[in-house]
């Protein structure tokens, strides 16, 4: 089960991994990270835009940190443009980190009850598999990612965890 090790990695492969599709992205023209490609949400900045919202829906609630406005239909956009998503990114992964290295080991014992606004109802589950589903929320959601921009010619890095490189198990 989920436990603050757990956190911590996966908290640094995130880091790692929205650097290396962030990075591929960006060497696409606006058109085309833009272009709708069947994926769930559309396209890659609509997808890119609803991860960091459900990062920041997951962490509002393992914290005291404020929640974003708007539900899943609201998710998708970058009010701000794409340099302004980078920089709210890479601030966000920091603070995700920050989050992880401090959350008390203790926080993982019980349960944490939310409103959900996708099912409309308050639900209460075990604080690791809401932790779980935070870090496979971002995997799912880099592998789309991951595809669509393999379709539009560009290049990600690797995404393996045994590959992460070094410099991320410092942080």
């Known amino acids: 089960m989920p436990n603050k090790d757990y956190a911590i990695t996966m908290a640094r492969y995130n880091k790692w991994q929205n650097e290396n599709l962030i990075q591929a992205a960006t060497g ?13 949400f559309g396209s890659i900045e609509a997808t890119f835009a609803h991860l960091l919202w459900g990062d920041r829906i997951w962490l509002s609630r393992f914290s005291d940190m404020s929640a974003p406005q708007g539900g899943i239909a609201q998710s998708t956009t970058l009010p ?3 340099a302004q998503f ?5 601030a966000f992964d920091h603070q995700i980190l920050e989050w992880a290295h401090g959350v008390d080991p203790a926080w993982f014992e ?4 939310w409103h959900s606004g996708a099912l409309g109802r ?4 075990p604080k690791p598999i809401l932790v779980l589903q ?5 995997t799912h959601h880099r592998g789309q990612i991951h595809a669509m921009l393999t379709a539009a ?12 490189p070094d410099q991320y ?3």
């Open 28 to 40: 696409l023209e606006q058109p085309a990270r833009q272009k709708p490609r069947g994926s769930f």
């Open 80 to 82: 701000h443009g794409w």
């Open 86 to 90: 980078c920089t709210d990114r890479a």
């Open 110 to 113: 019980g349960d944490l009850t």
């Open 122 to 125: 308050d639900v209460t589950k």
């Open 134 to 138: 935070l870090f496979n929320h971002q």
């Open 153 to 164: 010619g560009a290049r990600p890095g690797d995404t393996d965890v045994p590959f992460m």
């Open 169 to 171: 198990n410092q942080i």
